[in-house]
């Protein structure tokens, strides 16, 4: 019993660990791609349409979909800059008339089960499956011994 008790207790702490980690720069996510902000700011002569706004903020790294941002907080409108592709570079509005460069990096892909609840409902059926036939087990081979 002491054995059990032992493999649950190290069992429910891996499954509750959670691994905190900081980004590597900040940056904005459009149109499935990934623009690293930079201190380069952008004259308001340049600034052309409105292209997006940061749907969603978090400064925890881990994996999002839309146009997100782990520095600037949501409702931070992009830019297409005039002369320059928005493929290639964006404006974000960083204050009232001040607008800062972001270069794209790359795609940024959403891994689709990363935030999944899917993977933590497979993980308790799998527990709940071990431990339904870990008490089989010991039941039937208390009455064989």
């Known amino acids: 019993m ?5 493999l649950f207790f190290v069992f429910f702490m891996l499954v509750h660990a959670e691994v905190m980690a900081s980004w590597a720069y900040p940056f904005v996510v459009y149109n499935k791609g990934i623009y690293e902000a930079t201190l380069e700011q952008v004259s308001p002569d340049l600034i052309g349409d409105s292209i997006g706004k940061v749907t969603l ?6 994996t999002y979909r839309g146009n997100f941002s782990n520095y600037h907080p949501k409702g931070t409108v992009y830019y297409a800059i005039i002369g320059t592709s ?12 001040l607008y800062i460069k972001a270069v794209f990096k790359g795609p940024y892909t959403v891994a689709e089960s990363a935030n ?7 993980m308790v059926i799998a ?16 009455r064989t011994s």
């Not at 570079?89 to 008339?97: C, K, M």
């Open 57 to 62: 903020s978090s400064d925890r790294e881990g």
């Open 2 to 6: 002491k054995k059990i008790s032992i």
């Open 116 to 122: 999944s609840s899917y993977i933590w409902i497979c």
């Open 86 to 97: 928005p493929a290639q570079e964006i404006a974000v509005q960083a204050e009232d008339g």
């Open 127 to 142: 527990a709940v499956l071990v431990l339904v036939v870990f008490v089989i087990y010991h039941r039937l081979h208390r």
